[in-house]
């Protein structure tokens, strides 16, 4: 049986959105709140999860890098008045497949969830590769001279772009906007060698390929 994850603060809203999840043979769990909904996450496979956007700790998209962080194949349906096509696409890029807009149908909800369980995750790309560093960005798998580790959305983000353009220095503007995009929430530049640092921790002996090029930005070969 497949599992859903409903996270969202109105009790009402909630209940009638199992109903209509039930009736589509899915396990459904809930979830009040980012605390609790995380907590759920990080001990279940689920299938598909369902965000609302307000919620009483946050944010409901904050929650969707940790989701496929931990589960890549979930599939996220976010709940949302929110009409704003930069706040969608920040979505989108994060790993979002459908938004649907309150107020909605249970026959368009049920037909939205059928559609989302039938269909495949899109390959976003297969190994890439540099100098005995291959790493899966799908999956943010990295392996190093063969053995294999597991590292985080962003850092892996940013290792594809090191590699996609290995042997030319890469600015921060550059990650920047390969990762995070123009949404208004980007990290300081600081922020940007912290994920290097973690990084070559991963990559270690292998670790003195990424060179930092002094006020201009790094550089893997």
């Not at 944010?59 to 706040?87: C, H, K, M, P």
């Not at 892996?156 to 949404?183: K, P």
């Amino acid at each position: 049986m497949q599992l859903a994850l409903i996270v969202e603060d109105d009790s009402e809203l909630a209940q009638a959105l199992k109903s209509s999840l039930t009736k589509e043979g899915l396990k459904v769990d809930l979830a009040k709140n980012l605390r609790i909904a995380s907590i759920l996450v990080a001990q279940y496979q689920y299938n598909l999860v369902i965000l609302d956007r307000v919620l009483p700790d946050g944010d409901g998209i904050d929650l969707v890098e940790r989701i496929l962080e931990i589960n890549y194949q979930a599939r996220i349906l976010v709940l949302s008045t929110e009409s704003s096509v930069n706040q969608r696409i920040r979505g989108f890029r994060l790993g979002v497949d459908e938004y649907l807009s309150k107020p909605f149908s249970s026959q368009e909800l049920r037909l939205r969830v059928r559609n989302l369980l039938s269909r495949q995750k899109i390959e976003l790309s297969e190994a890439i590769y540099c100098n005995g560093i291959m790493l899966f960005p799908k999956t943010c798998s990295l392996v190093v001279d063969g053995s294999w580790s597991k590292i985080r959305s962003k850092e892996s983000q940013i290792l594809a772009c090191l590699i996609y353009h290995q042997n030319f220095v890469v600015t921060d503007e550059l990650l920047l906007d390969f990762v995070w995009g123009y949404t208004g929430r980007v990290p300081s530049h600081r922020s940007i060698s912290v994920y290097i640092r973690r990084i070559r921790t991963y990559l270690g002996k292998r670790s003195g390929q990424l060179k930092t090029v002094r006020g201009v930005g790094y550089c893997l070969s």
